[in-house]
């Protein structure tokens, strides 16, 4: 019988006791949590939440930031029964709101002073009855219906011990896990529902595929609200792993050099901006040292794609892949700490050209496709031999096949029971008992998937030709000037784009040939710099068809944000809202366009 997953973290823990289970830095020391006080503070949240006449699987919300009491939290309601509902902690009121009464939520934790603020005007209006705030600090403004959490911890103590035990014991497989809102690129968001025979299926299949364990060290720098870190620190916790919290994600990369990991799940853009920096710095860099670099980089190319291939280097390849590590890669491998093993990554496609340059300098990016719907993970690089335009192979106990319109389908134990409260929603998405993933794509002899685009997104030009967005920003994505890149061509006579520039490495380059400038605006109306990224986007954009390359471009003086509601919790784009926010610049684009002609 498979085991569930609270009783089997109950036993793990209790036998772990004193090593360390979760770090977290608090005013700037490290501190570490025991399995032991996992399991305790667990426990004790249970028992408050059993103390505050919790039914069985009342929903209960978590509205914060990554750190301990998350976990603490979030283990808690699961222990007591009940059914954890994560919140994005960049979620504005009204999308916190309308999570709060989809789920019939009561109970929420909250993270911060900015999510408590939002959380009490719920509470004014009744939409919730009780916050609890996770850390001392927050202000609860004399709201008797708030309260710390050492404080609602305490209450715990008052439970009966016999409902505590009835609740462990009447555990079943079919008690849902969790509800995760999937971000909503379009529409509102949609309550998954995952119960512990998906989790069980997932940990299932990653035990026959990857080896983790408790010499592993990870960093929990990803929202915990998302399902890939979610569903991850679950499986360190399966496996005795440590893992890190980081609490604010923009200290990544310098927590990375102190932590020094050997795992990490991360997004494509991490990769990405990494890339971009080393690239950046290249440019400034004297032409000894971009020599240098470059016939590194080959060797190193050159050397991965045998090993890749099974395939044995030369004596002098090998002798010029030592030199070039120990000159060149020991020292790109030290911004990711120098001690990874492996990298999951997941959310969206990487970049061909980008994985192979982190794979040909020794970095494993482990690159993977999946959905909330399937409780992360579909499919995987995996082995040697893989294709980098796939996404790899579908994990052990998970069907993949093609459907109509060239969908990808997916069947197995991993995939959710449904949408919360949503019959008709839930039907439409599945297809005799096969899961629609809304992407299209194809199944090569190998095995491997390869994702070609997503059917909901492909925009049609006014000339009848079909655009993958995704393919085209992802080809500009690469240039170390781009940050973002937001595509516009559906019902339109050509491509164009709006293009945020990565302002660090434009005004280094601005300075180094003496551009003068007073402010972002005035640096990207600069002839100069408008025609630098005309030539980039022309040598990029090589490989594409001309239907599919950027004619025009707009370059904007700031980012997509969340708190404008053009990007998601996931960093994907609200291309409706992004293209409503700019439509006077989209306009110019076009108008232009039909002046010079």
Known sequence: MTQHLVSSFRAKFAARNATTAIRFKEQDLWQDITWSALLDNSDRVAKALLFMGCEVQTKVGIFANNRPEWSFADLGILTARCVTVPIYPTNTTEQTRYIVNNADIDYLFVGGQEQFDKALHLLKANDLKLIIALTDSIDLKAEPKAVHFSDFIKQGDQAADVEFEQRLNDATMDDLVTLIYTSGTTGQPKGVMLDYTNFAAAFSSHDKMIDVSESDTSIAFLPLSHVLE???????????????????????????????????????????KIYSTIHSRLESASKVKKALFNWATGVGLNHFKLIHHNQQPSFLLAQQHKLADKLIFSKLRGILGGNTRFLPCGGAKVDPDINQFFQSIGIQIQAGYGMTETTATVCCHRGTDYDFGSIGLPLPDIEV?????????????????????????????????????????????????????????????????????????????????????????????????????????????????????????????????????????????????????????KLLNREFCMKKGEITPTLKLRRKVIESEYKKDIDEMYNSDKNER
């Open 401 to 553: 096949k093609i459907g109509d319109d060239n969908e990808i389908l997916v069947r197995g134990n991993a995939v959710m029971k449904g949408y919360y409260n949503m019959p008709e929603e839930t039907a439409k998405n599945f297809i005799d008992g096969w899961l629609k993933t809304g992407d299209a794509g194809k199944i090569l002899a190998s095995g491997e998937v390869v994702m070609t685009e997503r059917i909901k997104e492909l925009m049609k030009t006014s000339n009848g030709k079909y655009i993958a967005p995704q393919l085209v920003e992802g080809t500009l994505n690469k240039d170390h000037f781009i940050d973002q890149v937001a595509i516009v061509a559906d019902s339109r006579h050509f491509v164009s784009a709006l293009i945020v520039p990565s302002f660090e490495a434009l005004e280094e380059y601005a300075n180094s040939i003496n551009l003068q400038f007073s402010s972002k605006a005035e640096l990207l109306r600069h002839s100069h710099i408008v025609t630098m990224f005309e030539k980039r986007l022309q040598d990029l954009q090589g490989e594409l068809a001309n239907f599919e390359k950027v004619k025009k471009f």
């Open 230 to 272: 979610r569903s991850w620190s679950f499986y360190l916790m399966h496996c005795g792993a440590t893992n890190v919290h980081l609490e604010n994600p923009k200290l990544i990369i310098d927590v990375i050099a102190e932590v020094k990991p050997t795992l990490l799940v991360a997004v494509p853009r991490l990769y990405e």
